[in-house]
């Protein structure tokens, strides 16, 4: 199975500030990489997928990029709403399908 | 708007087994796979497996083979998820989650179904 190692596990932005997630896949996905955002006792919403394609909807200073085995996820001004936790999704190699450990956001 | 509408939570005993449901609208059922995921505290998110609703046929983790079983009712535009010979270890919350046909991305979650199984 492919591993997706996630980082920070957590952080405290202040508002306005740029956020940069980072997932690292145990081998190359080929850019099939999404971003969920999740609030609490809520379920995932797409972000981002195929690596830096925006989902309609989602505001744009999210942002995402990377190739190859590494990617990262971009909030470009760090907003209250923005607080909540993030995951990646691998879906290169399928089954499985796996996630990173996630990220959880917090405003300063 | 696509929308997937999981069952209620559900409070079961070890060794017992619970069915899921997740009733899709907004789209043609059998257009898109489902997907089933498990989230906990420790463990954080993992895939379950996959059914294409058109045909029936079925994906699975490793982990799950055994655990769960993946079934639709095409009438109903309804998946369905088994959880069998329960034990503390699968007090989770299920998702359900459709595949997109486009991209490696599930594009579309249910609001989710607390499981806790406690004698």
């Known amino acids: 199975d492919i591993q997706m190692t996630q980082s920070p596990a957590s952080l405290s932005a202040s508002l306005g500030e740029t956020v940069t997630i980072e997932c690292l896949a145990s081998?190359?996905?080929?850019?099939?990489l999404a971003w969920y955002q999740q609030k609490p006792g809520k379920s995932p919403q797409l972000l981002i997928y195929?690596?830096?394609r925006l989902q309609d909807g989602v505001p744009s200073r999210f942002s995402g990029s990377g190739s190859g085995t590494q990617y990262s996820l971009k909030i470009s001004g760090m907003q209250p709403e923005d607080e909540g936790d993030y995951f990646c999704?691998?879906?290169?190699?399928?089954?499985?399908?796996?996630f990173g450990g996630g990220t959880k956001l917090e405003l300063k | 708007q696509v929308q997937l509408q999981q069952s209620g939570a559900e409070l079961v005993k070890p060794g017992t087994s619970v069915k899921l449901s997740c009733k899709a609208s907004g789209y043609t059922f059998t257009s898109n796979h489902m997907n089933w995921i498990k989230q906990t505290t420790g463990q954080g998110l993992e895939w379950i497996g996959i059914?294409?609703?058109?045909?029936?046929?079925?994906s699975y983790n490793v982990k799950f083979k055994g655990k769960a079983t993946l079934t639709v009712d095409k009438s109903s535009s309804t998946a369905f998820m088994q959880l069998s010979s329960l034990t503390p270890e699968d007090s989770a919350v299920y998702y359900c989650?459709?595949?997109?046909?486009?991209?490696?991305?599930?594009?579309?979650w249910g609001q989710g179904a607390s499981v806790t199984v406690s004698s």
């Open positions: 989650a459709r595949s997109n046909n486009y991209y490696y991305v599930m594009d579309a």
């Open positions: 195929a690596a830096n």
């Open positions: 081998e190359d996905i080929y850019s099939n």
């Open positions: 059914i294409n609703p058109g045909s029936g046929g079925t």
């Open positions: 999704l691998q879906g290169s190699k399928f089954p499985p399908w796996t």
